[in-house]
């Protein structure tokens, strides 16, 4: 078969969906399965994805990401009229992925859409005016609406979908993400190494990896850590891996917390080896994120049997049992203060946890990659 897969964002930014995109495409191609191509903005630094087709819209700035002009691209038109697509896979609900799903049905090539992110939270937190808001969830919907199937990363986006007023909630198909790291690139020696200088006292280490971003609800984590050092809690660290313009607020939040001394900022870090080393040289990741739909680093962190401790309720704590593959505690900063003193007295219970996550929470793209083979045929009639 023959895909075009369409995201409104690519390298050098990093999140979710540019993983599952490339990822998928990479097993896809492996498996002897067929051929995933990319359409996804031009930026002025041409990073490529080995092995992977890439297609590029001319598109302007806007803040950190590229805002794609496939209305002034006129190779984007001919590449879906003429590219033979069996299937045009849609990631993101704006102006590439509209203007593929319009041109994709003018031609008669079937549509999917799969829903990463809570668009809903986005808006209300970028922008100001009500108008705005309701004028992008309607124009998101109406891509949404006018494709052939839609697919989500979780089961809780599946009702998010319904919130958004989606009317075939029933018809929604869960494919789950997996994570492209694998149990066995971490590096025993740089992992004890990483550890040492993280943490030369060698106490509990509790980590955060991701973008610092207000979304992510970081500050409850340092709350947490901040209440249970006043219960006289054992000495931690707390690392946190990623970059973005929060970081700043995030290390003003942990001087007035009182744990300037207990956090780690390490900055970003892209090359996925040395991310797995910091995986394994922490023991427990503390992620009380409620926009995570399906969050990579959960899958990453059990690659390298790290628990990961989120909240109760949320689209990151389907997969995990709570004691046994993680920790699912209640949405109360009090709750948590509690659970981490446990944690860090008895570090056996992390280590346990996270022997589970390998066993129960860890998935690789293999399955996944056949999982979209199958709806791909099922959509097109093969």
Known sequence: MKILVVLDSFYPNVDGPIEVVVSVARKFKEKGLGDMELLVPAYP??????????????????GEYRGAVPAFDAKVKKLIAKGG?????????????RYAMKYGRKHG?????????????????????RVLQNFMMNYIMKCINGCDAVTTVSQG??????????????????????????????????????????????CFTF???????????IPFSLQALAEAKKRGCKPFKFVLVGSGDYGKTLKRLAEEYGLKDNVVFTGKITDKKLLANYYAACDALLFPSMFDNASIVILEAAANSLPVATLKNSCSAEKIKDGESGFVWENDVNVWAENIVRLVENPQLAKSAGEGALRDVYVGWDNIAEEYYKLYREISGE
């Open 45 to 62: 630094e041409k990073a490529e994805a080995e092995g992977v087709t890439v297609h590029r819209c001319r598109s302007f700035p806007a």
């Open 109 to 129: 090539v079937p549509v999917i859409f799969t829903m990463h992110t809570k668009f809903r939270d986005e808006f209300e937190r970028r922008l100001k005016s």
């Open 85 to 97: 697509y069996d299937i045009i896979h849609l990631h993101s609900p704006f102006t590439l992925g």
């Open 157 to 202: 986006t599946v009702d998010t979908l319904g919130e958004y007023g989606y009317k075939n909630t029933d018809k929604v198909k869960v494919i789950r993400n997996a994570a492209s790291m694998t149990p066995d690139v971490a590096d025993p020696q740089t992992t004890r190494k990483i550890r040492e200088e993280i943490n030369p006292d060698g």
């Open 207 to 217: 980590a955060y990896v991701g973008r610092l971003a207000q979304t992510k609800n």
